[in-house]
């Protein structure tokens, strides 16, 4: 630890600020309310809808449908139909009556970032309770119309009728037929009992699979404007540490002059290529010679990376600090305790991003695929210098990045080429500019210690953690001159929570430490990346969970489930261990001596909110040290699950990203830059290697949803990790798994044994 | 100079360099939805096509490369799926399209312009492959939202409308 150790916060503070966390996970009762949060731009209120209007969020039409105006960005996380779901039930319509609307600003409410698994937690309650006013409103035009009281009547697909008097009825649309509600959206009309739902719950089939499996669905991709250029970047490959940034010497403009209609764009050390052909701008991008300054930084491995930051003179701050972990400790009687490493990982959307921007004078039009329109037009104003509300974002889907990804880089970029070429300019990035300039999850650095009692209770969990924040500011306004390089200074998520180093168990001592590295000099840039940080923090606490239930000689389930916080974490548990079929024993008890030898793990973990559990059965390859996730498990309680069938693809996908980033992926670097380019020397998962998933949804319709789009990753990470010690006994102390690191762990063992 | 090709059972002549990779052509000069952009270096099968019926990688093949052949994007799958199972009338979509989506397989969907090409190829030589032969064929097929599982079922479930009939 550093010599300066600065808890941020009293401790008085601390406690009240970990307490609060606890306590919400222990399902406070404000945790039923229907909480949809603060808008993120509800006090920007310039050119756009003012979502105190009920108006703003939903239409009514003379056919008796109604269309839903929401904020949330399809991702392929099937939230354009989820929402919907929502609507319909709480308007009593049937999901053939409801439609979305395409987002865009001044248009669209500003729902701020369609992120961390807010989409449903928070979006979905706006929504519904917009849904139950617009509802409220509909009933008291009805009883006008009907002569009954409100109480007296019933709605079914939209048609309201007097109970006992079916004739006497009227629809939605004769009410209201497209004319304005003109009412304020209160949000607090009743909402629908859970018990009464038909439709969220359900496993509807999704609004967008059909188009886009005919290959008719409209991505960012498609779109093309009259009069455009195509755009490409012109970036050194692969970008150096983040506060240096990449200086241009010289370009050569002459070097491209042999193509036909293509020209250099420049500001600053901004560089690109437009052409009026798209493989003229490609050829022109790769052709231009330019002379690149950057300093040879950093680290020369992984290994001196993680040292590097464990050198540094860091801010450490306590996330927790309770009981007395230091008697604890002393008085324990299996202790496990280890130091664990975790890379750089990259968003790397299969898709590199693409905008469209179309800059005049004093407007702009982009199409972008970033999670908020309202940001975008934020940045893109920052970047040309236009007002707010002379820009308008329109947003159109690519490939999810699950993260702060290149998408807000590539819009201002394309804004920025805009103005400079005087056209409509279409940015497509290249594969080496998505893997090369993404801002990456940073590199983690974990010593965790955990301690039991004879009987294997749990009496000491100590984390402490190392990793810089994320970064802000992105590349095109920090070449252009219009942002300085900084850190993000946030708390959340830019380091341990207690909710992937603990929560899961019930912990008289804990104690969790944030050594926060400076990281801009030497550093990459960093961004959240799905389940950010958790991957890292689970790797680390899940396998040292595993090692103390190891040392004390109980199954890792069976010490889980000893040790387990509350009812939540135990339904996920248990729901993952039935549905593979766990056989207690204890780990690295059933080894084989065979080439290829197969392994089971367990763990728990999440992200911020919900609960998540993973089996993993892999085989490793002793030889060539290939690791393999032939089956995986993931169970996930988001509370009230509005879509099942979505949230089991997703529980079903994240196992497979969860076996990519625990074998696989790892973003690598000489001094001067990033090295990993593509998808050979960034190596993803392919279907080869894919487990066999089961997705195990528990439902607790009780509950407000709180998220499905990421919270098994982290418990299916570390189930593999653990899984890797129940085939050989070894354990890993750094991911990801590849054969080299695997085949020195073996042998390391094997020597350590035979010294 | 128009170079010749056939796409989709049409012909056409195109005028670009002969060194412009087919995948610009199609997106650009054709306005075809299917083959897309994914890395530019036949590593991830975004761009993939059939020409003459073999999976292809349209971002690295020159338009010289396929003058005078036949291509086939997922625009035109489903008839070239009743071309090759001599069907009277071109459904609306080819069995593995239909498949994906009783699966609900895909989540962005990205990818399964090239998946649901390579998946086509692979049923149309064998209708009812194993895991193995399945997870063979599909391996240069990258998808980031981890869907293989649910795109393994779908592939299973289209060979099988296939060998039953005419889906």
Not at chain 1, 594 to 621: F, N, P
Request: hydrophobic content about 40%.
């Amino acid at each position: 630890m550093s010599d300066n150790f600065v808890p941020e916060l009293p401790r008085r503070q601390f406690l009240k600020a970990g307490g609060a966390l606890v306590v919400g996970f222990a399902m406070a009762p404000s945790a039923f309310a229907q909480n949809p949060g603060q808008l993120t731009g509800a006090t920007e209120g310039r050119s756009q809808p003012n979502p105190g209007d009920l108006d703003s969020w939903i239409a009514i039409h003379s056919d008796n449908t109604a269309t839903i105006i929401h904020g949330h960005h399809e991702l392929g996380q099937g939230i354009s139909t989820t929402l919907l779901q929502i609507a319909a039930d709480e308007l009593d319509l049937d999901m053939s009556q409801v439609s979305g609307m395409p987002l865009e600003t001044g248009k669209s409410p500003n729902q701020g970032l369609t992120a961390a698994s807010a989409g449903i937690a928070r979006g979905g309650v706006r929504v519904r309770l917009a849904a139950a006013d617009a509802k409220h409103a509909l009933l008291g035009l009805a009883a006008t119309r009907l002569g009954a009281p409100i109480e007296q009547l019933t709605v079914s697909r939209g048609v309201v009728s007097v109970v006992g008097n079916p004739s006497k009825s009227v629809t939605y649309g004769e009410l209201l037929g497209d004319k304005k509600f003109n009412v304020p959206f209160t949000g607090r009309s009743p909402i629908k009992d859970y018990r009464k739902h038909t439709i969220v719950g359900t496993a509807v089939p999704r609004r967008d699979v059909p188009a886009k499996a005919a290959g008719k669905y409209v991505y960012l991709q498609h779109l093309r404007v009259p009069g455009m250029l195509h755009g490409r970047l012109v970036r050194p490959r692969g970008q150096g540490s983040f506060l240096h940034g990449a200086k241009v010497v010289t370009v050569d403009a002459s070097s491209i002059a042999n193509i036909p209609g293509a020209r250099v764009v420049r500001r600053g050390d901004f560089l690109g290529v437009v052409a009026p052909k798209e493989w003229d701008a490609v050829k022109a991008a790769q052709q231009l010679k330019v002379a690149w300054d950057m300093p040879a930084i950093l680290p020369e491995s992984q290994e001196a990376l993680h040292d590097r930051m464990r050198a540094a003179k860091t801010v450490d701050r306590f996330v927790l600090d309770r009981g007395d972990c230091t008697a604890a400790f002393a008085r324990a009687v299996h202790v496990a305790s280890g130091r664990y490493d975790a890379p750089y990982q990259l968003h790397g959307p299969f898709a590199p991003n693409c905008a469209i921007a179309d800059v005049k004078s004093d407007s702009a039009l982009i199409y972008s695929s970033r999670q908020t329109i309202y940001g975008t037009r934020q940045v893109v104003s920052g970047v040309t210098g236009l007002p707010l509300d002379k820009v308008v974002v329109r947003f159109y889907e690519t490939s999810p990045s699950y993260g702060r990804g290149m998408q807000e880089d590539c819009a201002m970029a394309a804004a920025v080429m805009s103005q400079e070429a005087g056209a409509p300019v279409r940015l497509q990035l290249m594969r080496w500019d998505e893997h090369g300039w993404d801002h990456y999850q940073q590199a983690h650095t974990a010593d965790v210690k955990i301690a039991c009692d004879d009987k294997g209770k749990i009496v000491a969990y100590e984390y402490h953690g190392w990793q810089h924040n994320f970064t802000a500011g992105d590349t095109t306004e920090i070449l252009i001159g219009t942002r300085k390089p900084a850190e993000g200074d946030g708390i959340r998520a830019q380091g341990p929570t207690l909710f992937n180093t603990g929560d899961q168990y019930t912990i008289p001592n804990w104690r969790i430490v944030n050594h926060r590295v400076p990281g801009m000099d030497g550093y990459f840039k960093a961004a959240p990346l799905r389940s950010p940080m958790d991957i890292a923090l689970s790797f680390a606490g899940e396998q040292t969970m595993d090692e103390v239930a190891y040392k004390a000689n109980i199954d890792p389930y069976q010490f889980r489930k000893q040790n387990i916080n509350g009812e939540r974490w135990l339904g996920v548990l248990e729901a993952v261990a039935k549905a593979s079929n766990w056989k207690s024993r204890r780990a690295a008890s059933n080894r084989q001596t065979g080439r290829v030898r197969t392994g089971r793990g367990i763990a728990l973990g999440t992200h911020l909110s919900s609960y998540g559990a993973a089996v993993a059965d892999i085989e490793v390859d002793t030889e060539t040290g290939v690791v393999v996730a032939k089956r995986m498990f993931g169970a996930i309680d988001p509370g009230q699950v509005i879509n099942p069938g979505i949230v089991e693809r997703q529980i079903e996908g994240q196992m497979c990203v969860a076996a990519s980033r625990m074998l696989k992926e790892e973003v690598t670097f000489s001094k001067t830059n990033v090295t990993s380019l593509d998808w050979a020397t960034y190596q993803p998962l392919r279907f080869g290697e894919a487990p066999e998933a089961t997705g195990v949804v528990v439902n607790r319709p009780n509950i407000p949803s709180s998220g499905a789009g990421e919270e098994a990753l982290a418990a299916g990470a570390a189930a593999i990790a653990n899984a890797f010690f129940d085939a050989t006994g070894v354990r890993m102390h750094i991911f990801p798994l590849t054969p080299a690191r695997v085949l020195a762990a073996l042998r390391g063992a094997q020597k350590s044994q035979t010294a | 100079m128009a170079i010749k090709l056939t796409v989709n059972q049409q012909a056409q002549e195109v005028d670009a360099p002969p060194d412009t990779p087919l995948l610009y052509v199609l997106m650009n000069d054709l306005a075809l939805q299917g083959p897309r952009f994914g890395c530019g270096l036949a590593q991830c099968g975004a761009c993939s096509v059939l020409v003459d019926g073999v999976e292809t990688r349209s971002c690295v093949t020159p338009l010289s490369r396929v003058e005078g052949k036949s291509i086939t994007t997922l625009d035109g799958l489903p008839a070239w799926y009743a071309q090759q199972q001599k069907l009277a009338s071109v459904p609306e979509l080819h069995p593995i399209q239909r498949a994906v989506i009783d699966e609900q397989a895909l989540q962005c969907g990205y990818c399964y312009n090239g998946q649901m090409i390579k998946a086509a190829e692979l049923l149309s030589k064998n209708p009812k492959p194993t895991d193995a032969e399945i997870r063979t064929a599909m391996n240069g097929h990258i998808c980031r939202c981890g869907t293989y599982p649910r795109l393994m079922k779908a592939i299973k479930r289209a060979g099988l409308a296939m060998a039953g009939g005419t889906r």
